[in-house]
């Protein structure tokens, strides 16, 4: 984060997203639903696979988990990170996002250069593979399509 652009609307802890049968939060990014993450949720409101639970930490809209757990320590950092309605962050997070997505297509136009080549050449495959396996990493987030 560059600022602190927090209105301590506590709302990312009072609305976070579960995935409970894939054992996912949409919180920084995806991120692995754990053990201890899911002893501090309760759930509020369920839509289809996806319920949205609160936190027992929130407070008066504030955490007051001295331990908080690593998925909380840098929120929002993400590009990816799941932004509730007038977060203070949404501009950085959404231009952060919309950099990585400028990211992810030139090493897609890099891909279509090296296969135009035709090369037989070990760095020229190379960067092919390199650059599929990091739009393949993001395909959660919809690299496909970007
Ligand atoms: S949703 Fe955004 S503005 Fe509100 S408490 Fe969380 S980080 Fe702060
Ligand atoms: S521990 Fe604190 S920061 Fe983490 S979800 Fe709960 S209230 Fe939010």
Redesign the pocket.
């Known amino acids: 984060m560059s600022g602190n652009?927090?209105?301590?609307?506590?709302?990312?802890?009072r609305r976070i997203p579960v995935d409970f049968e894939k054992r996912i939060i949409f919180f920084d990014g995806v991120q692995i639903l754990t053990n201890e993450f899911e002893q501090m949720l309760y759930p509020v409101s369920k839509t289809k696979n996806i319920t949205f639970c609160s936190c027992k930490y929130l407070e008066n809209?504030l955490c007051v988990n001295s331990n908080k757990p690593k998925e909380c320590a840098n929120?929002?950092s993400s590009p990816f990170a799941y932004?509730?309605e007038?977060?203070?962050?949404y501009g950085e997070i959404f231009s952060k996002s919309e950099r990585f997505k400028q990211y992810i297509r030139k090493l897609k136009e890099e891909i279509i250069y090296c296969e135009s080549l035709h090369s037989s050449d070990r760095n020229v495959q190379m960067t092919v593979e390199h650059n599929k396996s990091v739009i393949d990493k993001y395909k959660i987030y919809g690299s496909e399509d970007w």
């Open positions: 652009f927090c209105n301590k609307c506590g709302d990312c802890c809209n929120y929002p932004i509730p007038n977060c203070g962050f």
